[in-house]
């Protein structure tokens, strides 16, 4: 079992940058690659990010590509998504999520049905 807690939501300017933080608890979070998600009002759940659970591998939105970064700390149980050149398109919740990857070091999901435990969300608004 994988709970997760999402921080660093907000309110900004477009063009301003935010970093959101995901903690995980348990002792297998390095078994674990982990993915962020978003939800609009009114839209579908996409993919934002994921990363391996050595880290060594990263995937990423078209959308956000050159802009977001996705990172983690496996000895902290934490993970990360740097958000810069905020667009107002990108005013969402967003959703940390974890997948049960114990027999693969480098695979990164975007597929949402992939991802095995959800976290509550974070409030991502960007102004124009």
């Known amino acids: 079992q994988v709970q997760l807690v999402e921080s660093g939501g907000g309110l900004v300017q477009a063009g301003g940058s935010l970093r959101l933080s995901c903690a995980a608890s348990g002792r297998t979070f390095s078994t674990y690659a982990m993915g962020w998600f978003r939800q609009a009002p009114g839209s579908e759940l996409e993919f934002v990010a994921a990363?391996?659970?050595?880290?060594?591998?990263?995937a990423y939105a078209d959308s956000v590509k050159g802009r977001f970064t996705i990172s983690r700390d496996n000895a902290k149980n934490m993970v990360y998504l740097q958000m810069n050149s905020l667009k107002p398109e990108a005013t969402a919740v967003y959703y940390c999520?974890?997948?049960?990857?114990?027999?693969?070091?480098?695979?990164?999901?975007?597929?949402?049905?992939?991802?095995?435990?959800w976290g509550q969300g974070t409030q991502v608004t960007v102004s124009s």
């Open positions: 990363i391996s659970r050595s880290g060594g591998s990263t």
């Open positions: 999520a974890a997948a049960n990857s114990y027999y693969s070091l480098t695979r990164a999901y975007t597929e949402d049905e992939k991802y095995d435990y």
